[in-house]
Structures are given as C-alpha cells and as structure tokens.
C-alpha cells in the first residue's frame, strides 16, 4: 500500500497569514498517462470532507484562489495564501494512482 | 442538487451484521464509481471500498475484504455496505461518496455519514 505522510500535524496561524501543508508518499503518484493522482480534502469541524484539489494543482470547483496544490512524484504541498477563519479544520491529503486509495493522516489548522 | 444520504448505522454486537445504505438524487447515479469511506472516533479517513457505476467491478480495503460486500441498485439510485462479522475496530463514521468520474479517486459529494458502533 502507498503511505502517505503529512506533516505538521497541526498548526496554528494567525488570519490573514500563510500557512502551508507538506504531503510526502512511499511511491510516485505519476501515472504512465501523465496526470499525477494527488488529491486534498478539508474536513471542517462537524462536517463531512470536502475536496480542494484535484491532481496535484487543480482547484475544484467553487474553491477560493487562496489554496494552490504544488508539488510532482512523491512530495506535494498545500498552501493557503492567507488563511481565513472558515479555513479551520483538518485537511487530508489522498493518492488514487493505486488501490487502496490512501490518504495521510491528516493536519489540523487552527485560527491563532 | 446532489444529495446523498446514508442511513442504516446503528451499535451492533461484534460479530454482527450490518447493512448501510445510501440514497442517491441530484445526479444519474448510473454513470458514477460510487465509496465507502469511514473515520474512526477522532480519527483520519480510511477508504473502505469502490464500485463501479454499473457494478461489474468492486474493490475492498485489506482490513474489510472477506467481510464486507459493496453493491448498488442503480434503479432504486442506491448505494449498500453490507457489513458481517463486526468487529470493535470497525466502529466509525461512514461516508458514502460520488467518484467523480469511472474511479478518480475525486470524491465530489459526499454523505453527511452514518455512524457504527460495534460494542457488547
């Protein structure tokens, strides 16, 4: 199975800063069809997750320009630009080049 | 708008069976991969299980394989997790989730969740 490790584990940050999440897997997430199957989800406080960004760098639908997904092969990043207090949560990093989907363990933000 | 709902949750004794569902609407739920995916109590996501949009094809994680079955009833637009042999770490929220596409791995709408607690 693909490990997907996230770091920090949590972090808090004053609003209107930057804040960035660090994703690293056991293996490369690029796939022989040229996309990278990295993906990042929020999980607010109460709620059920939702998706932020789609291989690697793309913005779902209806996601502020203030998150931006970086990163190829094994090491990726999230950042937010300046972080807003709906931006709370947990956020998840998941790969689907291979079964089983697997995602880290997850990085807490919190609003200073 | 999409909606989907879970329902079927509920405390169950180890060893114990379970069947969740999950309504679909909002989408044809027959073009779509359809998942599982759980969260144990303060705990991160673990995938469960996948299957395709017409059904012909079902994958499983290694801690649930053998003992849950994924399915789908595309004309009641219909999402199903039966669950057997239960076990204490089996206790967790359940998502039901819509792939974006065949099997992306982009979970575009999810359930508010369903939750199991496997306990004597």
């Known amino acids: 199975d693909i490990v997907m490790t996230q770091t920090p584990l949590s972090l808090s940050v004053t609003p209107g800063q930057p804040a960035s999440i660090s994703c690293k897997s056991s293996?490369?997430?690029?796939?022989?069809?040229?996309?990278?199957?990295l993906y990042w989800y929020l999980q607010k406080p109460g709620q059920s997750p939702q998706v932020l960004i789609y291989?690697?760098?793309n913005r779902f639908s209806g996601v502020p320009d203030r998150f931006s997904g970086s990163g190829s092969g094994t090491d990726f990043t999230l950042k937010i630009s300046r972080v807003e207090a709906e931006d709370v949560g947990i956020y998840y990093c998941?790969?689907?080049?291979?079964?089983?989907?697997?995602f880290g363990g997850g990085t807490k933000v919190e609003i200073k | 708008q999409v909606q989907l709902v879970e329902s079927g949750g509920g405390v169950v004794q180890p060893g114990g069976s379970l069947r969740l569902s999950c309504a679909a609407s909002?989408?044809?739920?027959?073009?779509?991969?359809m998942h599982w995916v759980r969260q144990a109590p303060g705990k991160g996501l673990e995938w469960v299980a996948f299957?395709?949009?017409?059904?012909?094809?079902?994958y499983y994680a290694d801690s649930v394989k053998g003992r849950f079955t994924i399915s789908r009833d595309n004309s009641k637009n219909t999402l199903y997790l039966q669950m057997s042999s239960l076990r204490a770490e089996d206790t967790a929220v359940y998502y039901c989730?819509?792939?974006?596409?065949?099997?992306?791995?982009?979970?575009?709408?999810w359930g508010q969740g369903t939750l199991v607690t496997v306990s004597s």
């Open positions: 989730a819509k792939d974006w596409g065949l099997l992306t791995g982009l979970f575009d709408y």
């Open positions: 909002g989408f044809t739920f027959t073009y779509y991969g």
């Open positions: 299957i395709r949009y017409d059904g012909s094809n079902k």
């Open positions: 293996q490369s997430l690029l796939h022989s069809d040229g996309k990278t199957y």
């Open positions: 291989e690697v760098s």
């Open positions: 998941m790969q689907s080049i291979q079964l089983p989907l697997t």
